[in-house]
């Protein structure tokens, strides 16, 4: 029997164990009070564990890289943790040694307010590119949030709108299974909406085999029993397949964070391993969930990128290598041409093999293939078959390639290399929000 | 004394001996009947030289390269020709070995019609990919062109509207100057709009140097007496400093063409000497006027691409290496976030730093300066220096960014590379031009 796990409510707050909250602290300085009762949209959140966890993080391989990214970088090496301190409406980076001061005491002044040991909370920021952080506010936001953290859905919500920048809804999951016998959770949320092309290793460097490629953070708790290293390897396959295979702009941020917080509260067995293969039947189901964790969060993350009207599933089969495929994914989930084509419901293959010529891949024309599926189905309709359009009518694709969400399916016939990109279409409304207005600086992005 | 050259009127009909003429033959299969008078756009021009001229060009390195184009490359070997038919409206790409006898055709029919010998005639062609050749419409454009030719300026522009496809005008520059006493004159036309981010080299194939990356093409005309090899020596710097430093959307084309015919009529003593240096004082004279014509031309590309609004010339200086310098003006020049910022003005270094330390240079963020100039100028309002605000204001900062045309300033300070990239603003008009409208298959782009 497949393994199953089943949806629950409540977010980062469905693990045993953990605690949230989500507040407004005007961070954008807007000038409108503090507090979390004024109707505006919350600014910083608290992710807390009342047990000690391990903890595992893939980060930015911009060179460019944010304060609090840094901050994680250095306290992920002891593998250990108990909270996570976020705040959107500024970045922190580009900010020099007072961004890097700022983000240490955002995780100090966190440590103090809950009485948690040094170096147990992990940090990170989303906004404007360059602004120096308003402490007083952080500040006053983390000793506001402290006293509203519990264990209700409503909480995980609170946090999940507080990280929120461009995003129009909060993006949230949890879900349930079974390591022998005992229940164990996983929850997570996420942001993303611009800037979004990650390419996030364990690091922070560029692995050689990584191709290159938003602010995305996602925060992840489980109550699974597991080891740091363990998480980590885990943390690595997850955010291969899911995170750093999506597009929405090309542009990769200064500060992509994803965080696991992993308390052993659900009592199971503890998971261990590390890279070791084959993973244990065990090991191998909680990998599938937190696949499917990470995975779900990726893709709301392109579904509601800036402007977005489509969701595309690039699909490149019979590359000649691994590599190949990838370069040739992401050629076409990044091409304009290709991208204000899916907006039109254009079914344009020549702007695709287009793309995928120019590609770093090795491309023979005269053996591409190019179709279209609902998701997840097998059933295509091919508008190329070997270079050459098939008797597929004009109407056929229109119809095809009109969905909101579709699969685009590229066979290369060259090889075995696979790769797959999730993808958006390039609006008039991502263009009309991120040129922004520079007689309201308030409306300018990160 | 500075060496000089005069603009002269004429386009590719300036230099002794050379004629065109453009016409209109409904390869878009519009309906609206044949013929140059019926108020259609032309598309298809003829540019013939009445003695036989050397030939140099350089051709797209995207691995899905159209027929015209692999027919220029087999002529190319022979380094001679006589005329050049060329057709807007069809790409005449991914058209499988019909669009390969059809391209051979437009060119064996151009030699029957005009009495030039068998293997003279170069053929372009810019459109949509994928669909067959109209060869009655060509064949009937070809003679009606024919019985058109003549050395007047207006020809010339004929000639030079009957290549455009979305450009709002035609693109044409001509100039005059001195070889050893004799005036020698070079003409060019050339096209673009969209799918521009070329990288072409001589043989097609990709040199391992260059960087990858419309379509364009571009057609030059010289009296000056050259051979082949020394011509596309010349050629190649030209373009390596103007029309593969240019970008519209990041998407390189299937057709992107540049040729060069010279007929050797200026009677000039004849420029010799291929790939040595030092170069003649001679030959270094027509060089700049080439490199000239050629950055001119490319540059009108960029001015008049879809939708723009912003003419960005970016310029990288102290980078490591010159393939640093090249990789990080290409990522801010094909940045989405860094484009939209020039559409608003908005002076927004923190995407410029951002694309910096994404791209495949090496970047140290306390090292980067960024500012703004008048274009050419050396008074630079600098927003960012050695990774950190300056104390320009914001108000300073957005004068700065708000002309039509400006450069941007990028020192990485670590080394002596430097690259320049010709860029453009992305705007809401591009996503509406490209994204089509599927209800109407004639206003779907190549």
Redesign the interface.
């Known amino acids: 029997m497949r393994f199953r796990f089943k949806p629950v409510d409540g977010s980062v707050n469905a693990p045993k164990g953990f605690q949230s909250a989500g507040v407004f602290c005007d961070i954008k300085r807007l000038g409108t009070g503090k507090g979390s009762n004024k109707g505006q949209k919350r600014d910083l959140a608290l992710i807390v564990s009342e047990a000690p966890c391990a903890v595992a993080g893939l980060f930015t ?5 944010a304060a609090p990214v840094k901050v994680c970088l250095e306290r992920i090496k002891k593998g250990r943790a108990r909270a996570i301190v976020v705040n959107s409406g500024n ?1 922190n ?2 900010t ?1 040694r007072q961004g890097m001061k700022d983000a240490r005491e955002m995780a100090a002044f966190t440590e103090a307010a809950l009485k948690l040991p040094v170096g147990s909370v992990f940090v990170g920021s989303t906004g ?3 602004v120096k952080m308003p402490m007083d506010n952080v500040r006053a936001g983390i000793v506001e949030a402290a006293t509203l953290l519990n264990n209700e859905s409503e909480s995980a919500a609170h946090a999940a709108e507080a990280i929120m920048t461009s995003d129009t809804r909060p993006k949230q999951i949890a879900v349930e299974f079974k390591i022998g016998g005992k229940s164990v959770r996983i929850g997570g949320m996420c942001k993303g909406a ?2 979004i ?1 990650p ?1 996030m290793s364990p690091t922070g460097k560029r692995p050689a085999t990584l191709p ?2 938003a602010t995305m953070l996602s925060f992840i708790t489980t109550d699974a029993a597991i080891d740091s290293k363990t998480l980590q390897r885990c943390l690595n396959e997850a955010v291969a397949l899911s995170f750093n295979r999506i597009t929405v ?6 500060n992509d964070t994803v965080l696991v917080l992993a308390n052993g509260l659900a009592g199971n067995k503890p998971l261990t391993g590390g890279a070791k293969l084959p993973l244990s039947p065990d090991l191998t189901n909680f990998q599938a969930a937190l696949n499917h964790v990470c995975l779900q969060l990726a893709q709301m993350i392109v579904k509601d990128g800036e402007g977005v009207t489509r969701f595309v599933t690039v699909r490149v089969d019979g590359a000649k290598t691994l590599k190949d495929a990838d370069a040739a994914a992401r050629a076409v989930a990044n ?3 290709v991208k ?2 899916w ?9 695709i ?6 590609s ?1 891949a ?5 053996k591409v293939d190019i179709g279209y599926s609902a998701p997840g189905s097998r059933k295509v309709v091919w508008s ?1 078959k070997r ?3 098939t008797r597929a009518t ?1 109407k056929e694709l ?1 119809a095809a390639a ?1 969905p909101k969400e579709f699969d685009l399916h590229i066979r290369l016939n060259l090889g075995k290399g696979s790769a797959i990109m999730y993808a958006s279409d ?3 409304e ?3 929000f ?5 007689a309201d ?1 308030a409306s ?3």
Request: aromatic letters at 6%.
């Open positions: 391989t911009n060179q460019v890289c970045a980076a580009c020099g404007r590119i360059g611009g800037m092309h390419g290159l490629h702009d090309g542009d990769m941020s200064t091409s304009a041409l204000t084509s907006l039109g419901g254009d079914p344009n293959w020549g702007r093999i287009d793309a995928l010529g120019y770093a090795t491309i023979v024309e005269e190329l270079g050459q359009p004009f229109c009109a390039l609006t008039e991502y263009v009309e991120n040129k922004g207005d520079v600086p300018l992005g990160g």
